[in-house]
C-alpha cells in the first residue's frame, strides 16, 4: 500500500483518541491486541504520533511511499483518521510495538477494496532501525491471520513500486504472488512509478501458513 489513502489535506476533522487498550473480537469497535513473537500489535493512540513522526519520515522508509505527516501533529491527525475509517469498517491499522517496550515503531494497514472486505490491500511501514530484525515477519503473521480469520477477506493485495526490492522480498517471503506489472501507476515527487502487484489468496494462506510464535 505504498499509495496512502489517508491525506492530510483533505482532512479537517479532528476526533480525540483514547489511550486505553481494547481486546475485543469486533474490531470496528477497536482492534484486539495481537502478540506474537518479539511483537505486540495494538491500536493506535495520539501519543504515538511523536516516534511515528520520527521513524516514518525518514528518506530511507519514505522513499517508495506516498509523503507521511510532516509534522507530529499531522500524524495526530493521521491516528484520529484511522479510528474513523475502522468504525467505519473500511479501514484497519496497528501499531507495531516490540517487546519489552509499547513506543510504536511502525505500522501495519489494511483497507477494503471491494463491499464488505472480500477483497483488500495491505501494507507497512517500519523503521529503519528494525529492518532485518524479524519485526517485520512476526508482525506480518499477525496482520494476514486477523485479516483472513477474523475481517473474512478473501483476497489480499499489495503493490510495491518496481525499484522496491526489499519490499519485494518481504511480500514474497509472507507467500505473496507476484501477478503483473502496473505501469506508472503511482506518483511520487511528481514521477509516475511502475509498480508490481501482488496477492496472497485466504485458501492459499491457510493452507500453507506460516506459523506464529
Not at 30 to 55: E, K, W, Y
Not at 110 to 117: K, N
Not at 183 to 203: M, P, T, W
Request: glycine share 10%; net charge neutral.
Amino acid at each position: 500500500m505504498e499509495k496512502m489513502p489517508y491525506r492530510e489535506a483533505l482532512d479537517t476533522q479532528v476526533i480525540p483518541v483514547t489511550g486505553e487498550q481494547v481486546v475485543s473480537t469486533n474490531w470496528q469497535h477497536g482492534l484486539p491486541v495481537l502478540s506474537g513473537g518479539m511483537v505486540t500489535l495494538r491500536d493506535l493512540r495520539a501519543s504515538d504520533a511523536a516516534s511515528l513522526f520520527a521513524l516514518l519520515t525518514t528518506e530511507e522508509v519514505a522513499r517508495f511511499i506516498s509523503p507521511p505527516p510532516t509534522t507530529v501533529e499531522g500524524f495526530e491527525k493521521f491516528i484520529a483518521w484511522t479510528h474513523r475509517q475502522r468504525e467505519a469498517g473500511k479501514y484497519v491499522c496497528f501499531a507495531v510495538t516490540v517487546k519489552g517496550f509499547d513506543t510504536a515503531i511502525g505500522i501495519f494497514q489494511v483497507r477494503d477494496l471491494a463491499t464488505g472486505f472480500d477483497t483488500a490491500e495491505w501494507g507497512f511501514a517500519i523503521g529503519s532501525q528494525f529492518w532485518g530484525t524479524g519485526v517485520f515477519e512476526a508482525g506480518a503473521k499477525l496482520v494476514l491471520e486477523f485479516t483472513f480469520n477474523t475481517i473474512g477477506v478473501r483476497r489480499l493485495e499489495a503493490r510495491a513500486a518496481v525499484k522496491n526490492g526489499r519490499g519485494h522480498g518481504a511480500l514474497v517471503k509472507m507467500g505473496a504472488v507476484q501477478e503483473g506489472v502496473l505501469r506508472q501507476s503511482f506518483e511520487k515527487n511528481g514521477r509516475y512509478l511502475d509498480q508490481v502487484l501482488f496477492a496472497i489468496l485466504r485458501s492459499d494462506w491457510c493452507g500453507a501458513r506460516p506459523r506464529v510464535h
